[in-house]
């Protein structure tokens, strides 16, 4: 099981969205995906911006997603 959750990963990306502005995500796809290519960054040998006590990739993807290490671009970024 993943934890923090989906709908959790969902709230922290979209926290900085202002009333009726689109959220950055609206789907776990878009979690998904996000997680997967920051994952395959940490493997190029990018640094993390977390320490995780896992050392997976995924696992620390998600840790700066949740932390908000990271943030997600919308199309006009």
Same mark, same amino acid.
């Given at each position: 099981?993943?934890?923090?959750? $989906? ?17 950055? !995500?609206?789907?776990? $796809?878009? #979690? !998904? ?15 993390? $911006? !977390? ?20 943030? #997600? ?5």
């Amino acid at each position: 099981m993943l934890h923090p959750s $989906y709908s959790d990963l969902m709230k922290v990306v979209n926290s900085g969205v202002e009333e009726g502005e689109a959220p950055v !995500v609206n789907s776990r $796809y878009s #979690i !998904v995906m996000a997680a997967s290519k920051r994952a395959r960054q940490l493997i190029s040998g990018d640094d993390a $911006y !977390v320490d995780c006590a896992g050392g997976k990739p995924l696992s620390t993807a998600i840790e700066e997603l949740n932390r908000s290490r990271i943030r #997600i671009l919308t199309e006009e970024e």
